[in-house]
């Protein structure tokens, strides 16, 4: 079938003509050099291996059964069997030659970094660079500290600190003297007449 002609999908001529008989599977050629004696007895032993198939998964499934029930009754939980098993592999891995060889070339590897002039240079600088950072952290921390002493002992703080305690006196004033009551914002006795909309 040509997938770009305009037929597409469509049955050629010479492809009605063949005749289909569904009831007769077509024979192939390693089949066509059997005798019918050895092809009987070829379908013989093939319906005997299916058969035993099917026995083996359902005593494999029997078996399975069996197995999850000694499990639980011996409290063995699938959690458990999983660590278990990783455990195990893990260990596997660790023993095996590829992992024992790479850790091997790892450790070599390390050394010889840790060996060399370029590596020792830079942990001796970036030391140095951490307790130069850390100097003048201590320094700058000092500085501020100093200042602001000095800023807290000058006259414009001392003259703002007096404003706010007396900011703070006038509002919480009345409390402290044992009354809960603030100084009402209306003036006088008139009463509150209540026009909001709400």
């Given at each position: 079938i040509n997938l770009n002609s305009p037929n597409k999908g469509m049955l050629s001529d010479f492809m009605t003509d063949v005749p289909v008989d569904p009831g007769v599977p077509s024979r192939t050629s390693a089949v066509e050099g059997l005798t019918e004696v050895e092809e009987e007895e070829l379908q013989a032993e093939l319906v005997k291996v299916e058969e035993e198939i099917v026995t083996l998964r359902q005593v494999l499934a029997a078996k399975e059964r069996h197995c999850g029930e000694l499990k639980r009754r011996l409290g063995l939980s699938t959690l458990g069997e999983l660590k278990q098993n990783l455990s195990r592999s893990w260990h596997d891995v660790q023993v095996s030659t590829a992992y024992v060889k790479t850790s091997e070339k790892l450790g070599e590897w390390n050394e010889k970094v840790t060996q060399s002039d370029l590596y020792k240079k830079t942990q001796e600088t970036l030391s140095q660079a951490g307790q130069k950072t850390s100097a003048a952290l201590s320094t700058m921390g000092s500085a501020i500290s100093r200042k602001l002493g000095d800023m807290r002992n000058s006259s414009t703080f001392k003259s703002f600190e007096d404003r706010v305690g007396t900011i703070k006196?006038?509002?919480?004033?009345?409390?402290?003297?044992?009354?809960?009551?603030?100084?009402?914002?209306?003036?006088?006795?008139?009463?509150?007449?209540?026009?909001?909309?709400?």
């Amino acid at each position: 079938i040509n997938l770009n002609s305009p037929n597409k999908g469509m049955l050629s001529d010479f492809m009605t003509d063949v005749p289909v008989d569904p009831g007769v599977p077509s024979r192939t050629s390693a089949v066509e050099g059997l005798t019918e004696v050895e092809e009987e007895e070829l379908q013989a032993e093939l319906v005997k291996v299916e058969e035993e198939i099917v026995t083996l998964r359902q005593v494999l499934a029997a078996k399975e059964r069996h197995c999850g029930e000694l499990k639980r009754r011996l409290g063995l939980s699938t959690l458990g069997e999983l660590k278990q098993n990783l455990s195990r592999s893990w260990h596997d891995v660790q023993v095996s030659t590829a992992y024992v060889k790479t850790s091997e070339k790892l450790g070599e590897w390390n050394e010889k970094v840790t060996q060399s002039d370029l590596y020792k240079k830079t942990q001796e600088t970036l030391s140095q660079a951490g307790q130069k950072t850390s100097a003048a952290l201590s320094t700058m921390g000092s500085a501020i500290s100093r200042k602001l002493g000095d800023m807290r002992n000058s006259s414009t703080f001392k003259s703002f600190e007096d404003r706010v305690g007396t900011i703070k006196s006038k509002v919480v004033g009345g409390r402290e003297n044992g009354s809960d009551n603030l100084p009402s914002p209306t003036s006088g006795d008139q009463p509150l007449t209540d026009h909001a909309p709400f």
